[in-house]
């Protein structure tokens, strides 16, 4: 597996995550929350569209962290992600940001 693949496995995390949240029946916590505050379907686009940032965000932050390319809490450090092949999985930083904040926006 290379970076753009392992990125883009977390975005695919990401949406599965955001439908899950924002299905009436996704029978999570978060799902649960929403639907009790009986919003309206425009309210609900706009409650999709700030959870799918904060996703965004996150993972983002998560890959970032992994990569050593930020802190995660207090520690910075670089570390080795490798596939079931041993091959290290390089250059997460670059993948991430073309996923999550290039020109595209998303990654596939």
């Known amino acids: 597996m ?12 990401r949406g ?8 009436a029946d996704g029978g ?3 799902a649960a929350k929403v639907r009790g505050l009986g ?3 425009a309210q609900l686009e706009g409650v999709r569209g700030v959870l799918d940032l904060a996703l965004r965000d996150t993972m983002y932050s998560l890959l970032l962290g992994l990569d050593g390319a930020a802190s995660i809490g207090d520690s910075q450090e670089q570390f080795t992600i490798a596939g079931e092949d041993g ?4 250059d997460i ?3 991430a940001w ?3 904040h290039g020109d595209s926006g998303v990654c596939g």
Do not use: P
């Open 2 to 13: 290379d970076a753009k693949e392992f990125v883009g496995n977390w975005n695919a995390l």
């Open 87 to 90: 091959v290290v999985i390089e």
């Open 16 to 23: 599965e995550l955001l439908e899950t949240f924002m299905t």
């Open 93 to 95: 930083e670059s993948e």
């Open 28 to 30: 999570s916590a978060v």
């Open 39 to 41: 919003l309206s379907a």
């Open 98 to 100: 073309e996923c999550f």
